[in-house]
């Protein structure tokens, strides 16, 4: 799938029509200032799959971490219930 590219100032005034474009043709926008991109814009679908992967390669490292025997301490809970807090 291609990417386009397009100034912030584009952007701006044509968000609504950027919009649609990503929302019903599936098109991936790239926003650009002074050539350098600076955020996408991409359908949902996109971002579903990257959270999806997130998700998975947080789920193997956790796994990973109570795998290992060095990780076996408990913590009390009024110890991470005070370092939340703070």
């Known amino acids: 799938m291609a990417t386009t590219k397009i100034s912030v100032s584009d952007a701006r005034n044509r968000f609504a029509e950027l919009v649609n474009r990503v929302a ?42 109570l795998a290992d025997p060095a990780n076996a301490q408990r913590i009390p809970w009024d110890r991470v219930r005070d370092e939340l807090r703070r």
Do not use: H, I, Q
Not at 36 to 44: D, G, I, K, Q, S
Not at 50 to 55: F, G, M, R, S, V
């Open 24 to 65: 019903y043709a599936g098109e991936r926008v790239r926003v650009v200032r002074r050539g350098r991109a600076l955020a996408a814009v991409v359908p949902m679908e996109d971002v579903e799959l990257l959270e999806a992967l997130e998700d998975e390669l947080d789920l193997a490292a956790a796994r990973e971490a």
